[in-house]
């Protein structure tokens, strides 16, 4: 397991266990690390193509009646003890 992995994985752990808040952020919208060979990181450049590309693109608009549609469904995968926003 990489380096990267190791310390994805524990970045993951300590947000599911609340011993750390808020602490994913790096891995959302970024670019792709030069030192991880094919990083699939690259959000911070889709999201760019979104709005620039798309100037009535409107963050609520379908994606809330999605989540509404979904949320149902996606809870069943989650434990009950954990808290799913």
């Known amino acids: 397991m990489s380096d990267f ?3 994805f994985l524990s970045d993951v752990k300590s947000l599911f266990l609340r011993q750390q808040e808020e602490n994913l952020a790096p891995y959302l919208y970024s670019t792709p690390n030069s030192n991880i060979e094919d ?7 889709y999201y760019l193509e979104i709005i620039s ?3 009535d ?3 609520y608009k379908e994606e809330t009646q999605l989540i509404n549609d979904v949320a149902s469904k996606i809870a069943a995968y989650v434990p009950a003890e ?3 926003i």
Do not use: R
């Not at 990083?39 to 450049?45: H, I, L, M, Q, V």
């Open 5 to 7: 992995d190791q310390s």
């Open 39 to 45: 990083d699939p990181a690259n959000g911070e450049k």
């Open 53 to 55: 590309q798309n100037l």
């Open 57 to 59: 693109y409107y963050l």
């Open 82 to 84: 954990s808290n799913l």
